[in-house]
């Protein structure tokens, strides 16, 4: 499984078990910066590139008068289908968050969702970017007061870091992803609009769904170098109006080579309505992911790449 830290910087070692977590290692090198350890999983999702076109133009407010950011050609190996450009699904576990030079440990683990469309350019620039359509966001534990606590980095990053984080509801609430039986492992993030944590979840909408298992022997799958340079490409950042701002954010991730090994899974993501879109109609009518599926629910056949 994918063990990160994050410059986010990222720091990867591979483990047996869904809640094994390596230490940061990189934050005694970077002490000026956020860096935490991570345990991701990436999906690469073969989508429809008018459907990610158009994601963009809803994530990106004003992109679909303006143009400036378009779809670049990604490498052979991404090339998933004909007329289709990769998306990356990923979800994760984090924790030993360092902050700042006085290297400040977090005491919060959080849980994490992403849906980001690589291999963008803006305007006449080929440089490739991650262009992201969602971001979810939650704490590991159920409690009332830690739970909104995920509300404080989503707002920051929302309104002052450029990156729109949404309040996010995670299933394991503990873990990267769950074991469910014979060899099959899942997780599931929903988008926490209201929380009601004395009665149930309260108003949430569906985002993502992750079902997979081991595949020592996938029919395609990119080399883990394309898979570092994919998630390593910068984020495009929005402006306070949610529009492209022309900056870019990199979130560098690093593995522990000497002691990691690369594992293929194949796996099904199941895109909800709020995996795209922009604001609380994205949850209210499907997602424009969601309808760019062969059964207009969301339903993606895909592989991933775990570190």
């Not at 063990?3 to 094994?20: T, Y």
């Not at 940061?24 to 970077?30: D, E, G, I, R, S």
């Not at 998306?87 to 005491?107: C, K, M, N, P």
């Not at 022997?217 to 306070?240: D, R």
Request: aromatic share 8%.
């Amino acid at each position: 499984m994918a063990r990160l830290s994050f410059i986010l910087l990222a720091l990867a070692r591979l483990f047996g078990q869904s809640k094994a977590q390596c230490p940061n290692l990189v934050a005694q090198f970077n002490p000026n910066a956020r860096t935490m350890s991570s345990n991701n999983t990436w999906f690469i999702l073969p989508v429809p590139k008018t459907a990610v076109q158009k994601a963009i133009d809803e994530a990106y407010l004003g992109n679909a008068i303006t143009k400036q950011l378009k779809l670049l050609d990604p490498p052979d190996e991404l090339v998933l289908g004909d007329g289709t450009h990769p998306v990356i699904v990923a979800a994760g576990y984090s924790s030993d968050i360092r902050q700042s030079i006085l290297q400040i440990d977090g005491t919060l683990n959080m849980l994490g969702a992403q849906i980001i469309v690589p291999f963008v350019g803006k305007d006449v620039s080929k440089t490739p970017l991650n262009a992201p359509l969602v971001i979810y966001l939650g704490v590991t534990d159920a409690a009332l007061f830690r739970r909104l606590a995920a509300i404080i980095p989503a707002a920051v990053s929302t309104l002052v870091g450029g990156l729109a984080v949404r309040l996010g509801n995670s299933l394991p609430s503990n873990a990267a992803y769950q074991s469910d039986n014979d060899g099959l492992f899942s997780s599931n993030t929903k988008w926490q609009i209201v929380g009601n944590p004395f009665s149930g979840l309260g108003v949430i909408i569906e985002a993502l769904d992750l079902h997979f298992t081991t595949n020592p022997t996938p029919p395609a799958a990119p080399s883990f170098k394309t898979l570092k340079s994919v998630i390593n490409q910068p984020y495009l950042l929005k402006g306070p109006t949610g529009s492209a701002t022309g900056k870019c954010q990199r979130n560098t991730y690093f593995f522990n080579n000497a002691t990691a090994q690369v594992v293929f899974r194949s796996g099904r993501v199941i895109l909800g309505p709020a995996a795209s879109g922009d604001g609380i109609t994205s949850g209210v009518v499907s997602g424009t992911l969601q309808q760019a599926s062969k059964d207009k629910a969301g339903t993606y056949d895909a592989f991933k790449i775990i570190k």
